[in-house]
């Protein structure tokens, strides 16, 4: 079981109605939104597979999550995410690494803490650099979009 981000490269011109609606139930309804999703979950890789056009997806490693949390992670309000925050409202005392473990591990599912306050997405910055390729074609055609393994932790480190 693996913990996916998914990152949504495109706009919103000349989407078609089924995957716009699909990037909306992904949480990923702007352009550099990223989301954080099981591979476990029911129906998410043909959720995935739809978006693929208009989006980039891979595993996240453990140290770019923690990265991730503690830079772009937001609760009510927009304010950042914080280990005593983590501490007091989840219960974990380990803070933000304990959180990032429990996710890794399926323990936790990100998008079900919005409940508790967790904003359920990530805003992020355009990469730093451009992107390398052209953002119309696939990742392995050359291109940004679609799936790209464990390549896509250096792709979120350039856009935190």
Do not use: C, Q
Request: no cysteine; glycine share 10%; hydrophobic share 40%.
């Amino acid at each position: 079981m693996s913990l996916y981000i998914v990152i949504r490269i495109r706009g919103t011109a000349d989407v078609n109605p089924d995957v716009e609606k699909t990037l909306y139930l992904l949480r990923l309804r702007r352009r550099y939104a990223a989301a954080l999703y099981h591979s476990s979950l029911p129906g998410i890789r043909g959720m995935l597979r739809k978006v693929e056009d208009w989006a980039t997806y891979g595993e996240i490693d453990r140290d770019t999550l923690i990265k991730l949390l503690y830079t772009r992670g937001r609760i009510r309000g927009d304010k950042p995410l914080t280990d005593e925050w983590v501490a007091s409202n989840l219960g974990l005392y380990g803070g933000i690494p304990e959180l990032a473990d429990k996710l890794l591990a399926g323990e936790l599912h990100y998008h079900k803490l919005a409940s508790k306050g967790v904003k359920p997405f990530f805003r992020l910055h355009p990469p730093r650099g451009g992107f390398k390729k052209t953002i119309k074609r696939h990742f392995r055609a050359g291109g940004e979009l679609g799936y790209r393994g464990s390549a896509v932790n250096e792709l979120v480190l350039r856009m935190l």
